[in-house]
């Protein structure tokens, strides 16, 4: 996986908005705005958490200055690439395979998709319940799947909308009003992705 991520149709911007483009373009007609970030190394200032033969659990502070905090889990899954995405993308099975803890408390108690902008884009809200003192927290999150099929890897991108941020109908085909918060709940933000890559027709690697 670090070879594909690091090849040249992932790390040239221009190279990535023509995969980009290309995509959308298949989808809709709609007009479309990228940015891209520097990469880094996967393994930089993380702490390792937990280590197995499966799957590998690291931690680091976000950003200075910012209120994240950062995981990396990466592992194998006994799938194939399109049904690691199916299961990933299906926000009504989040309950079915996340973890569920009961001590310290971590259960998902809602998970839907909210709106679906177009073919490997959507919006999806998951709330979860914490243990006491916390209150529980819920993210309206916002994917968008990036295809790159030359090595059989999925590239899956998340980023929360807030709720201090003005909704852009024309954008996501969503209102404000299709998302109240409930009583006692914190909205949160998150940045993220994931990737998944073939190993093997029933097997794939995921960051």
């Known amino acids: 996986m670090d070879k594909t991520l690091a090849s040249h149709d992932l790390v040239n911007e221009e190279a ?10 298949h989808s809709s007609e709609h007009d479309f705005k990228e940015g891209s970030k520097t990469s ?17 659990v690291m931690y680091r502070e976000g950003p200075q200055g910012t209120p994240f905090h950062s995981l990396l889990v990466e592992g194998y899954i006994d799938g194939a690439v399109d049904v690691c995405l199916c299961v990933s993308w299906e926000a009504s099975l989040y309950k ?4 569920q803890f009961t001590i310290p408390t971590f259960k998902v108690v809602a ?22 003192p916390l209150s529980a927290r ?13 090595d059989g890897l999925l590239i899956v991108l998340l980023n929360s909308i807030s709720d201090s941020e003005n909704f852009d109908e024309s954008t996501y085909g969503l209102t404000d009003d299709r998302t109240p918060e409930l009583k006692d709940t914190v909205r949160i933000d ?17 960051r």
């Open 138 to 150: 819920e993210a309206v999150v916002h994917y968008f799947e990036v295809e790159y099929f030359q």
């Open 111 to 132: 998970s839907k998709c909210l709106q679906k902008i177009r073919v490997g884009e959507q919006i999806a809200l998951v709330r979860m319940k914490l243990s006491w």
């Open 190 to 206: 998150v940045v993220g992705g994931f990737a998944v890559q073939q190993v093997t027709p029933d097997r794939s690697y995921f």
């Open 40 to 56: 880094e190394p996967p393994n930089a200032g993380w702490k390792l958490k937990q280590d197995n033969k499966e799957y590998r």
């Open 16 to 25: 990535l908005k023509a995969i980009v483009k290309n995509q959308l373009l």
């Open 96 to 99: 079915k395979w996340w973890p």
